[in-house]
């Protein structure tokens, strides 16, 4: 079992920047890969970026290369995601997620966050 806890969201102007964190916890968490999907009101959840279980391999959505930046800090088993020109299509809940290799699609077998608010105004 691996539990998830984000942070970081909040109001921002277009062209802002954000940073979320996610901390991970549980049994082999450190294994684990760990991503960000988002969910806009009225819309299905989508991927934003995933990063590997020892930081070494990153994926992001066409959608936010070059504007976003995901890391880990492997020591607090943390992931973040570095936010930078938000755009108002950027507004979303982010959901911080576990899973076993670094994938731009969900699974059953993937944990989730509670997610946390991002909202970019014009």
């Known amino acids: 079992q691996v539990q998830l806890v984000e942070s970081g969201g909040g109001l921002v102007q277009a062209g802002g920047s954000l940073r979320l964190s996610c901390a991970a916890s549980g049994r082999e968490s450190n294994d684990y890969a760990l991503g960000w999907f988002r969910q806009a009101s009225g819309k299905e959840r989508e991927f934003v970026a995933a990063?590997?279980?020892?930081?070494?391999?990153?994926f992001y959505a066409d959608s936010v290369k070059g504007r976003f930046t995901i890391s880990r800090d492997i020591a607090k088993n943390t992931v973040y995601l570095r936010m930078n020109s938000l755009k108002p299509e950027d507004t979303a809940a982010y959901y911080c997620?576990?899973?076993?290799?670094?994938?731009?699609?969900?699974?059953?077998?993937?944990?989730w966050g509670q997610g946390t608010q991002v909202t970019v105004s014009t």
């Open positions: 997620t576990a899973q076993t290799e670094p994938r731009p699609r969900t699974t059953p077998d993937d944990y």
């Open positions: 990063i590997s279980w020892n930081g070494g391999v990153t």
